[in-house]
């Protein structure tokens, strides 16, 4: 197998990855409350490195490069409004 055709497998299981993330339905709380709690509301890489109170150097989000990183954020959200909507949950506590 050339690289190409493996470059191609690779994306064809990526877009099936995403389209199976983008279908999913939330129909369970307690999976909904667990995807919640797990996916995080914000990048938890970005970081500022401070020493003595003068910053070094700061670390930008990088969520953004994970190639699902919107239907993972798109699953959180469908999680939340499950349990805001269908539910009646305050979400504040997942943010």
């Not at 999913?24 to 995080?40: D, G, Q, S, T, V």
């Amino acid at each position: 197998m050339n690289s190409f055709n493996k470059d191609c497998s690779n994306e064809n299981l990526l877009n099936q990855i995403r389209y199976q993330l983008d279908r999913l339905e939330i129909h369970n709380p307690n999976l909904a409350k667990l995807l919640c709690k797990i996916i995080p509301s914000n990048c938890p890489f970005e970081r500022t490195v401070k020493i003595l109170g003068r910053t070094l150097f700061h670390i930008p989000p990088l969520c953004k490069i994970n190639p699902l990183y919107e239907q993972i954020v798109g699953l959180r959200y469908k999680c939340l409004l499950y349990l805001v909507d269908e539910c009646g949950e305050d979400a504040t506590r997942y943010c």
